[in-house]
């Protein structure tokens, strides 16, 4: 219900016998009724670009409520008790956030947290007791420590941590060259994110150093779920080349233009996965009828493997390693790209960075877990072979 409502339409009470999911994004609204609780079945709410200064308490008087979505608000408090006990997505992106109440520890059931773009300068010592969080994005905050209780969580996988002092980096990356922006001329959209566009684009002029065919991504230039634009740009500098990354040719950093150009990725490539919908919450998802062979899945994984060790070997955590930020051809050959969380991490003790590995090396596991479950029916007796390597991989 998008509809600029400035106060909670009751007339949604009556549908409390059978209401799951309620979003309420993009109107004006500043406050939630008592009655709210009356919704005993309701599972997802958001109420992202709203009003909201503070994370209302009746949610934490929502005994079924699992995913709770605030971003682009005006937050600054959230209560102790305004937190669901079954929750299981908590998302506050881009709020003004300072601190977070220690019973943000007592949600066990906590898989996915995203608290990017706020002004928290510590997280709650009791999220250490979060066993089951598996991703988490705290970049573009105030911390001014690594937060420790996090990188020993048995579960998590995915971490984004960026634009923060204790991750401020003064390292100059000059990878690649600094072109304008009207060295070339943007065409049709091929895909979007959080924190831009890719766009074809032609050359203006003749390049003697670029190919002829390229993309240019332009960044937003505003925080995102997962980050500043120029701390992506700059993992993706610092991460280099590798046959199968998305290549990148050169820069444009003006005055509110901020754009990395790329090499054109060819047509033939589409995507391995989907994203992770409301019921995986974490994990990526297939098209209906996909499936691998274990020839397929074994060329891909080795691909993906070398990306891995690449990426740390430049101390960059890709901090989204899924199949559905992954492109393949019919011969099974990989393109990874999306920096959009990615962390650079050289700053940190020589402990911090083998645990940032640990967590990223949990996402490679899922991401061939991922594979396995789409394997080709006649390929299940291979199925234990591939298990067995996987384990390898630790």
């Known amino acids: 219900?998008?509809?600029?409502?400035?106060?909670?339409?009751?007339?949604?009470?009556?549908?409390?016998?059978?209401?799951?999911?309620?979003?309420?994004?993009?109107?004006?609204?500043?406050?939630?009724?008592?009655?709210?609780?009356?919704?005993?079945?309701?599972?997802?709410?958001?109420?992202s670009n709203n009003r909201f200064e503070t994370l209302p308490e009746v949610l934490g008087e929502c005994t079924n409520l699992e995913m709770v979505g605030f971003k682009a608000n005006r937050i600054s408090r959230v209560p102790e008790n305004s937190l669901p006990p079954r929750l299981r997505w908590l998302i506050l992106t881009d709020n003004r956030i300072e601190t977070l109440p220690e019973t943000l520890g007592e949600r066990p059931r906590l898989q996915k947290l995203a608290l990017a773009g706020n002004r928290l300068t510590d997280l709650?010592?009791?999220?250490?007791?979060?066993?089951?969080?598996e991703l988490v994005r705290i970049s573009a905050n105030q911390l001014s420590e690594c937060p420790e209780q996090l990188l020993d969580l048995p579960k998590l996988a995915w971490i984004a941590f960026s634009g923060n002092p204790f991750s401020r980096s003064d390292l100059r990356i000059e990878s690649v060259?600094?072109?304008?922006?009207?060295?070339?001329?943007?065409?049709?959209?091929?895909?979007?994110?959080?924190?831009?566009?890719?766009?074809?684009a032609v050359w203006n002029e003749d390049q003697t150093h670029f190919p002829d065919e390229i993309a240019v991504?332009?960044?937003?230039?505003?925080?995102?779920?997962?980050?500043?634009?120029?701390?992506?740009?700059?993992?993706?500098?610092?991460?280099?080349?590798?046959?199968?990354?998305?290549?990148?040719?050169?820069?444009?950093?003006?005055?509110?233009?901020?754009?990395?150009?790329?090499?054109?990725?060819?047509?033939?490539?589409?995507?391995?996965?989907?994203?992770?919908?409301?019921q995986s919450c974490t994990r990526d998802n297939f098209p209906e009828g996909v499936s691998l062979s274990i020839e397929q899945i074994d060329k891909i994984v080795q691909q993906m493997v070398s990306v891995?060790?690449?990426?740390?070997?430049?101390?960059?955590?890709?901090?989204?390693?899924?199949?559905?930020?992954?492109?393949?051809?019919?011969?099974?050959?990989?393109?990874?790209?999306?920096?959009?969380?990615?962390?650079?991490?050289?700053?940190?003790?020589?402990?911090?960075?083998?645990?940032?590995?640990?967590?990223?090396?949990?996402?490679?596991?899922h991401f061939i877990d991922d594979l396995l479950s789409i394997c080709a029916e006649a390929d299940q007796q291979k199925l234990k072979f591939m298990r067995l390597k996987q384990k390898a991989t630790h």
């Open 1 to 47: 219900m998008s509809e600029n409502l400035t106060t909670f339409p009751m007339d949604i009470l009556s549908l409390a016998d059978t209401l799951e999911i309620l979003d309420l994004s993009h109107n004006r609204l500043d406050a939630l009724p008592d009655e709210l609780r009356q919704l005993h079945k309701l599972k997802i709410l958001f109420a």
């Open 124 to 133: 709650p010592k009791s999220m250490a007791k979060l066993t089951n969080l």
């Open 177 to 200: 060259p600094l072109m304008q922006s009207s060295s070339f001329t943007l065409q049709e959209v091929l895909g979007q994110g959080a924190s831009g566009v890719i766009s074809k």
């Open 217 to 278: 991504k332009v960044f937003k230039g505003e925080v995102t779920s997962d980050g500043y634009p120029e701390d992506e740009l700059h993992a993706c500098l610092k991460a280099g080349e590798h046959p199968n990354l998305v290549k990148p040719l050169a820069q444009v950093d003006e005055n509110g233009y901020l754009a990395l150009i790329m090499n054109l990725i060819p047509p033939h490539y589409r995507n391995l996965g989907l994203p992770p919908c409301f």
């Open 308 to 365: 891995f060790n690449h990426l740390h070997d430049q101390q960059v955590c890709h901090g989204d390693l899924y199949a559905h930020n992954t492109l393949y051809d019919e011969d099974a050959n990989i393109i990874f790209g999306d920096f959009g969380a990615a962390s650079m991490y050289h700053m940190l003790t020589e402990t911090q960075q083998e645990k940032i590995r640990q967590i990223e090396r949990r996402a490679l596991h």
